[in-house]
């Protein structure tokens, strides 16, 4: 195999691992009554915050509205709270 072929063997092996670095991705959706959000990172949520993690691919039914927020934590009725 030549210098080129090898180069371009080895750029291919490089974009294929990262293209599929992004498949193990920890994002999950997070419910807590029929309120949800996003989360980047999986979390282990205070047992008080009685929320329910889905995997990041869960469809939600008619009545579940999405909040978006940044951070860790989680909704507690109209509530943000942090930890």
Request: glycine content about 14%.
């Amino acid at each position: 195999m030549t210098l080129i072929g090898k180069s371009l063997l080895g750029t291919a092996i490089g974009a294929g691992l990262l293209a599929l670095s992004g498949v193990g991705a920890s994002a999950a959706i997070v419910c807590q009554g029929n309120v949800c959000w996003h989360a980047h990172e999986r979390f282990d949520y205070p047992a008080g915050a009685r929320v329910v993690v889905h995997e990041d691919d869960w469809r939600p039914g008619p009545r579940v509205t999405f909040r978006e927020h940044e951070g860790r934590g989680y909704w507690k009725g109209e509530t943000w709270t942090a930890w």
